[in-house]
């Protein structure tokens, strides 16, 4: 259904694909010649040790990047893509969002609410729900720059939430999430409910890209993994493919092990260790 | 009783809280409020404007003069209406008007230039009179001013009075584009080196300035003098007329640029990901806000720190906001300097005293004071 055919005879598919691309920053190759491609209904991982490109080769699909290659979100090129038309297709959490003006909680997240823009209780209504999903129901009066770097967090990604709120329009294609390191200012279990969130986002139809740094959140929710080693894609494919001990030591160079819990829980990726 | 008188007290302040929208506050929706003050700012802006043009050395009956106004106008006004002291109808239409709306004008240009300007630079101390564009625009008027008799006649001669006012405006652009030049790198503006790059730039700007001084002659050195500190004095309708065309088109356009202004407060890649053309919202900013501040530098020199206050103090109350900060920022910067400039011909009357003293001692501690208290929670 999701696939629909226009004139020229062009399949035009909802997913994500990512090919032979490669971005510098001035003559340093960030990510170089990487292919893969991302799912709607799916939560995909970027995972990597730091400085792997995970960052670059995000600004690269949201569109804030120069590259060569295709990057292609619903068959359309998206260095050819205005802001506008970007910005109806997918929103963007950024890692960390300081803001310049003392602006309080509902009025950044409602910079986010697209539709209805002059409708006051449409929008008051918007916010709220948002916030509601983001564990923050009731901040809309506090003062944005007075929360905690978590609460900053989740309040940037109830924004997201209100640009690409229906994850699968009914007329349309599916929306996209882009996450850079979604939880990493969070606690535990604030980490746990916003991946929950994007994990039922994807459930519901729409596409999450994210980067990810705690391993075992990446293997409690991701569908798809993809590891990045120096720009290079180290591995990519469905989740208990790609988390394993091997393959995650060498991506990290360092020995990593994965621990099965009696009674049958998620396996536990750990530091090996040598006591 | 007591209870009684509190509850009669909490039912008044309900209804005026109501009345002001600070209900919608607890919901994070500021914007009743705001729309409330706009509408407070407008009528406090016309009582401000009718006591301005009665106060002065020769008080005049404004209440039973305005009326004649119009039709004044529309005849084409050849003699004095019928009825009316013709010393109080010129002091009114050749003084008192044309200066309160160069003022009005002004006041709400370098207000709005700032709010702008901070916005763009996602600083509450951008302002074109601090990081020099108000230098650079002055450096433009003054080559006119000076050399237009000689050196630049032929291009005196094509642009009449317009040319005292785009001379300003082209050094008002060339400065803003120069120190977004220097200030940007990579997408991100150092606003250290942005007021740095400002400072230096507004001493060269300055020191040829002072080269022109010395091949002025009296005429033109007094001319030149009132840069300086900023004037309205010698307001008369040739200046209104050369200034009102740019301030009014600038004003017009800026309520286009609130929304891109608003999502520039997330970053500029948070700006364009939620649909914001940011390199159009940049030039288009930088473009009317050199414009504006080059109109007003050539009609009444270097009026400082009006385009820092206002807006900071409409950020204190009715927030960030740019869809309502600018609009209340126009009204409260044409209060302000109107309010200023009756100070500045009436404290020291008959003599005048120059409008820029009285901001500058209004607003240079009121800068301190936010530069104090942004020390305290952010750093520079």
């Known amino acids: ?275 | 009783m007591a209870l009684m008188s509190e509850t009669a007290l909490a039912g008044r302040s309900g209804r005026l809280s109501s009345l002001l929208g600070l209900a919608d506050l607890k919901h994070g929706d500021r914007a009743p409020l705001a729309r409330a003050v706009i509408v407070l700012l407008a009528a406090f802006t016309c009582l401000v404007v009718l006591g301005s043009l009665a106060i002065g050395p020769i008080s005049i009956p404004v209440l039973e003069l305005l009326p004649h106004v119009p039709s004044y106008i529309v005849g084409a006004g050849e003699q004095v209406p019928d009825g009316v002291s013709a010393r109080d109808w010129i002091v009114l239409m050749d003084i008192r008007l044309p200066r309160v709306t160069l003022g009005a004008l002004i006041g709400a240009a370098l207000a709005v230039s700032g709010a702008v300007m901070q916005g763009l630079f996602r600083n509450p101390l951008a302002d074109p009179g601090i990081v020099g564009v108000s230098a650079g625009a002055g450096l433009g008027a003054a080559a006119f001013i000076v050399l237009g008799n000689s050196l630049l006649a032929p291009v005196m001669a094509l642009l009449g009075i317009y040319a005292v006012p785009l001379a300003a405006f082209g050094g008002g652009l060339a400065t803003t584009l120069l120190l977004y030049r220097i200030g940007t790198r990579g997408g991100i503006t150092s606003v250290a080196t942005l007021l740095l790059a400002g400072i230096a730039l507004g001493a060269l700007t300055g020191a040829i300035t002072g080269l022109l001084v010395y091949v002025a002659d009296d005429q033109e050195l007094r001319d030149l003098q009132f840069w300086g500190l900023g004037s309205l004095a010698g307001s008369n309708w040739q200046k209104v007329a050369s200034a009102a065309p740019i301030i009014l088109a600038m004003l017009v356009c800026v309520p286009f640029l609130a929304r891109g202004l608003n999502a520039l407060t997330l970053g500029e890649a948070a700006a364009s990901h939620i649909g914001i053309k940011v390199q159009r919202l940049k030039n288009l900013s930088i473009l009317l806000v050199a414009a504006a501040t080059g109109a007003c530098v050539a009609v009444s020199g270097g009026i400082g720190f009006v385009g820092i206050v206002v807006p900071h103090l409409l950020r204190l109350t009715i927030g960030p906001d740019h869809r309502y900060m600018l609009p209340a920022a126009a009204l409260l910067g044409a209060c302000l300097l109107i309010a200023a400039d009756t100070l500045a011909r009436t404290l020291v009357a008959p003599a005048e005293m120059p409008i820029g003293i009285i901001t500058a001692f209004a607003g240079a501690p009121f800068f301190l004071w936010i530069l104090l208290r942004k020390r305290g929670l952010t750093g520079l």
């Open chain 1, 1 to 275: 259904m999701l696939h629909r055919t226009i004139e020229n005879g062009t399949a035009l598919t909802p997913d994500l694909f990512v090919e032979q691309v490669s971005v510098s920053a001035g003559k340093t190759r960030i990510v170089q010649d990487l292919s893969f491609h991302a799912k709607a209904g799916e939560v995909l991982a970027i995972i990597g040790p730091s400085g792997s490109g995970k960052t670059t080769l995000m600004k690269a699909m949201t569109g804030d990047m120069p590259y060569s290659g295709a990057i292609t979100l619903a068959g359309l090129e998206v260095s050819g893509l205005s802001p506008e038309v970007l910005a109806a297709m997918r929103g963007v959490l950024p890692q960390a969002s300081q803001i310049s003006f003392p602006l309080n909680v509902a009025e950044v997240v409602g910079l986010g609410v697209t539709g209805g823009r002059r409708d006051r209780h449409f929008r008051a209504r918007r916010i709220a729900e948002a916030l509601a999903q983001v564990g923050l129901a009731g901040f809309e009066g506090r003062s944005y720059q007075d929360l905690s770097g978590g609460e900053q967090q989740r309040v940037q990604l109830a924004r997201v939430l209100c640009q690409v709120w229906e994850p699968l329009p009914q007329e349309g294609l599916p929306h996209w999430l882009f996450l850079d390191e979604p939880v990493s200012s969070l606690d535990i279990k604030h980490q746990v409910q916003i991946m929950q969130l994007a994990a039922d986002y994807a459930k519901r139809g729409g596409g999450v890209v994210a980067v990810m740094h705690d391993l075992n959140l990446t293997a409690a929710f991701a569908d798809r993994v993809l590891v990045m080693q120096g720009g290079r894609r180290l591995a990519f494919g469905v989740r208990d493919e790609v988390m394993q001990a091997g393959l995650l030591s060498k991506a990290y160079d360092f020995p990593l092990e994965i621990l099965t819990r009696t009674g049958g829980g998620r396996p536990v990726i750990v530091p090996v260790d040598n006591g």
